[in-house]
């Protein structure tokens, strides 16, 4: 922790904003993918309904 009390001030903060954003992507990233996977499941579920229902008639 004594390396960063040595950095001034403003490259403190840069680095700051550095990683707020660097977490900020990752969560985004994180997000996406959750959603794909969950879209990817949907799909499959609808299109098992929809076979399903096809072999009823």
């Given at each position: 922790m004594n390396s960063l009390r040595s950095?001034?001030?403003?490259r403190r903060l840069w680095l700051i904003l550095i990683v707020a954003?660097?977490?900020?992507?990752?969560q985004g990233s994180l997000l996406l993918s959750a959603m794909h996977t969950n879209l990817y499941s949907a799909k499959?579920?609808?299109?098992s309904m929809l076979y399903k229902s096809q072999q009823a008639f």
């Open positions: 950095l001034p001030i403003s954003i660097a977490m900020l992507g990752i499959s579920e609808k299109l």
